[in-house]
């Protein structure tokens, strides 16, 4: 049963920066699509990131380009997501996701990021930015 847990969001003002961690017990993390993706209240979850090292594609989301940067620690089993220049727009749950190798060469191509393709979930994680 792969797991992802996310971990840590928080309380941050506006300008400051945070790094989620996706913890996964996926064996070949390699061979998957890992993606970040965020739901604010009354808003729809949207992809903002995803990585995929099989194929080679990275993706961002055009509000997070230049300030969010994901990244993965092959011998962990971690993939992270450093935020910065953190905006009260940014204030979300966030949710590690994982699925198939093609879903971030689609995202890139597409200019979207659609949760459909990722079958694993993590329980979200909270990020507030407020001052």
């Known amino acids: 049963q792969v797991q992802l847990v996310e971990s840590g969001g928080g309380l941050v003002q506006p300008g400051g920066s945070l790094t989620l961690s996706c913890d996964t017990s996926?064996?070949?993390?390699?061979?998957?699509?890992i993606g970040w993706f965020r739901q604010a209240p009354g808003k729809e979850r949207e992809g903002i990131s995803c990585h995929s090292n099989l194929v080679g594609a990275t993706y961002y989301e055009n509000s997070v380009k230049g300030r969010f940067t994901i990244s993965r620690d092959h011998v962990g089993n971690t993939v992270a997501l450093q935020m910065n220049n953190l905006q009260p727009e940014d204030s979300a749950v966030y949710y590690c996701a994982m699925g198939q190798p093609s879903n971030c060469a689609t995202a890139q191509t597409a200019g979207v990021m659609a949760a459909k393709g990722y079958g694993y979930w993590g329980q979200g994680t909270q990020v507030t930015v407020s001052s």
């Open positions: 996926a064996f070949k993390l390699d061979y998957y699509t």
